[in-house]
Nanobody
Framework: QVQLVESGGGLVQPGGSLRLSCVAS????????MGWYRQASGKQRELVAT???????NYADVVKGRFVISRNNAKNTVYLQMNSLKPVDAAVYYC??????????????WGQGTQVTVSS
């Protein structure tokens, strides 16, 4: 089992910054890809950014140039640095982790979500 704990959400003014963190619990599972998704009120959950075990990243077009995803493999932690935040970025942000069991079975885990509010 892998449990994800998110932190870093909160209230920020337009143009401000926040950094989200997601820590995967210690286990025998191997962490592969990690990423962030978000779900705004009344909207479907959407991809924000992903990063694989080698550090290759992928971003939604709407956040390119503003958000940066990174990871610390030793700590099983993924980060999302969010800059130049806009009201449209307001959403619940969810951490996603793809992991493999010691026997090689693939699993997909989600964090509890952290609220990001962008308002003046």
């Amino acid at each position: 089992q892998v449990q994800l704990v998110e932190s870093g959400g909160g209230l920020v003014q337009p143009g401000g910054s926040l950094r989200l963190s997601c820590v995967a619990s210690r286990s025998a599972f191997s962490i592969n890809a990690m990423g962030w998704y978000r779900q705004a009120s009344g909207k479907q959950r959407e991809l924000v950014a992903t990063i694989n075990s080698g550090g290759s990243t992928n971003y939604a077009d709407v956040v390119k140039g503003r958000f940066v995803i990174s990871r610390n493999n030793a700590k099983n932690t993924v980060y999302l640095q969010m800059n130049s935040l806009k009201p449209v970025d307001a959403a619940v942000y969810y951490c996603n982790v793809k992991a493999r069991s010691p026997t090689g079975f693939a699993y997909n885990y989600w964090g509890q979500g952290t609220q990001v509010t962008v308002s003046s």
